[in-house]
């Protein structure tokens, strides 16, 4: 398709950007930031990621993608230190194909160790679908990552994929609950299922992050029921660096 097609053609220094979610704690201090690719082309213009992501997948351009995301996002990470702190835990999303490929792991130490950034700075973000095929490539690659002292987050947890027996396999350092899941919740009464989930990932020594955080009800049910973090448009749409350096200053 033309999606492909540009894909397979663009620079992606010319097409692609870096926007920045960030994420806070109880008290509201940035822990981290989501690093979340925009990519505009001249000719079919901006195009979601939910759109040309999974176009990469089935096409074999996921690498050229995931490892420009990767360089880009380490180098930016300094930056978002300076913003926030040295502790500063700065998120990158992999794509599930990727997560099968021999060369990951070392493609981000390497690059970690370019940008002089510690692994324990970097989160790396298991999407939904990650968990629908296991296999001994994924396992091993997932304790590498861990071995080499990269976080580990599940995301989109409540999307449908990822199952209670993902979060007890896996062992992940936060569980991010998806957006969809937190609109349902906050629309029932169900509160108990929300803080259930919660006491699970606790109990796995695992913590735990609301997205989708758009309303200050949304922010104070996720609360009660123990999320140790949140994200979403109430807290920050996902800003550009330089208008994050605006948000950081200009916040009360
Ligand atoms: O917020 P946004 O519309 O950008 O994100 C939509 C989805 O696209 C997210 O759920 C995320 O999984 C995926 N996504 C966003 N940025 C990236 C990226 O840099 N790499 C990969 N592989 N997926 C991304
Ligand atoms: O990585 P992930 O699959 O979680 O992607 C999050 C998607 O949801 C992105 O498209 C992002 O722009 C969107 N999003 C993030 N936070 C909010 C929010 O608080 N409200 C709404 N409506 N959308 C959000
Ligand atoms: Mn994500
Ligand atoms: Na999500």
Redesign the pocket.
Known sequence: RQIQEELRGLDPDEQFRLVY?PIVNVRGQVTGC?A?LRWHSPILGAV???EFVPIAESSGLFTKIDWWVINKAMSDCGQLKALFGQDTVLAI?ISSAELHSHALGDYLSDCAARHQLEPQSIDI?L??TFAVKISDQLRQNIDELRHKGFRLSI??FG?GYTSIQQIIDYAADTI?L??ALVTNLTASHSLSVLKAVVALCHAKDMAVIG????TPEKLAMLTAAGCDRF????IS??LSLDDLAIWALTRT
Do not use: F, I, S
């Open positions: 979610m989501e979340l979601t990621p939910d999303n973000e999407t939904e995301d989109d999307a991010k998806d957006r997205e989708g955080v758009d994200q979403g448009y109430l749409k996902p």
